[in-house]
Structure formats: structure tokens, C-alpha cells
């Protein structure tokens, strides 16, 4: 895997702008700190702007190749998803899904990958404020079942009682997905009963979406299936 500079760019409610650049190894989840271009040393997010918050995202986390997923990490958890993009490939600034003041220990995890990686990954944000990612890496032509990056565990285990509200979803497959050119929500009779097509970051950066959202139980699944 290559070793690659992976930037993001923030505007704080202060006015301040975040520069953030880190070289990463590609397909190892690295956290991105700030660039020494404009600050004394690379520090972590919440140190950098503790008790300030992110009203801009100028850049999203932005890798050269491929990138599957990122968000704000606090104290070993998913506080808040954030939008990916190639460079070169990006859209207009946008507000974060989340505002909330930056506390010291707040980290940006970012996994960037090689533009032929075929992770996938589905960013989700529920009624009750949760923010969850999702993940798989496609082999073969197959079912595959997402699980929680940070636990292990489906979407129903993670997400039960919760409803969907807000998603998006990366893969660079895309004719090889059969599952509506990205990932279904399945009931506990297997049936699909909501899902979010994915966006294959070098062609477009993925837009959330409001609509094919689901009210999630226990035994649902977020299913990806590929024809190749």
C-alpha cells in the first residue's frame, strides 16, 4: 500500500480555518491532524480548536486514489460522520451533520484506500442523533453483510429501535452492485425495505440523502450484493 497526503479543510464559528493534512498509509484507518503549513505542529482536531465548532466543511477528507469513509472520533466513538472525496473531485462547501463544540481528545479517523479497493462503506445518521458507519470489502460475486466499524455488528444489532434518517454510501463497483446500485435495509423476512445507491468517489463525491431511510430492528441487515 502506498503512502499517501490525505487534507481537509474547516471553518470554525470563530472565523478560523482548520487546515488539516496527514500522509497516510493507504487502507489503515489514520487519524488526520492538522498541517504544519499553518501551525506550529500536527495536533489532533480537538485540540487544535477545543471548545469551538465546525460550522463549514471547505474540504471534506480528501485522498488521491480512493477513500472510503471518515468522521470525528470522541473517546472511542462515532460522534459524527463526515463527507469523503478524491481530490479534484468535490462539491461546494456544506454544513456538518452534526454541530457540536470540539472537546481535547476529538480525533478525525479517515480511511483512504487504493482506487481499486473495493470497500464499501455506508454512512448513516438516525432520529436520535446517532451517527454509525458501515462496512464491507466485496470479493467475489456474493451476498455481503455490513457491520459496524467500530463493533463488529450488523445493522440491526447496532441500530435497533432507531430510525434512519439521513445516508450515504462509497464503492467503486458500480455495475457489479445488484443490491439498486448500492446497499439495502432488510427486514427481518430478508425483504429490502429501504437502502441508498453508492457513489463511486472518483467520479462524483456522495451526496447524503434523505430518502430510503428505514425504522430499524433487531434482526435487520444492510445488504450489498455484487455480480462480480
Not at 461546494?92 to 462503506?121: C, H, W, Y
Request: glycine residues 10%; proline residues 4%.
Amino acid at each position: 500500500m502506498a503512502s499517501v497526503s490525505v487534507q481537509a479543510s474547516f471553518m470554525l464559528n470563530t472565523g478560523e480555518v482548520v487546515d488539516l493534512k496527514t500522509t497516510m498509509t493507504e487502507g489503515t484507518e489514520t487519524e488526520l491532524q492538522t498541517s504544519t503549513d499553518y501551525a506550529v505542529a500536527a495536533v489532533s482536531i480537538g485540540q487544535f480548536a477545543d471548545g469551538k465548532v465546525i460550522t463549514q466543511i471547505l474540504q471534506p477528507p480528501t485522498a488521491p486514489n480512493g477513500i472510503a469513509y471518515a468522521y470525528i472520533d470522541r473517546r472511542g466513538e462515532i460522534l459524527c460522520v463526515l463527507p469523503v472525496a478524491i481530490a479534484g473531485v468535490q462539491n461546494s462547501p456544506e454544513m456538518p451533520l452534526r454541530s457540536f463544540s470540539l472537546q481535547a481528545g476529538d480525533t478525525i479517523r479517515v480511511m483512504a484506500n487504493t482506487a481499486a479497493d473495493k470497500e464499501f462503506a455506508y454512512s448513516v445518521v438516525t432520529s436520535s442523533g446517532v451517527h454509525a458507519i458501515f462496512a464491507a470489502t466485496p470479493t467475489s460475486a456474493n451476498n455481503y453483510e455490513l457491520t459496524h466499524i467500530k463493533s463488529g455488528q450488523g445493522l440491526g444489532a447496532s441500530l435497533t429501535g432507531q430510525a434512519i434518517v439521513c445516508h450515504f454510501a462509497t464503492s467503486v463497483q458500480g455495475s457489479a452492485l445488484d443490491s439498486g446500485g448500492g446497499v439495502y435495509i432488510l427486514n427481518d423476512k430478508g425483504l429490502p425495505v429501504g437502502g441508498v445507491a453508492a457513489t463511486n468517489p472518483s467520479n462524483l463525491q456522495s451526496e447524503k440523502s434523505t430518502s430510503g431511510g428505514a425504522n430499524i430492528f433487531l434482526n435487520f441487515v444492510a445488504r450489498v450484493t455484487t455480480n462480480a
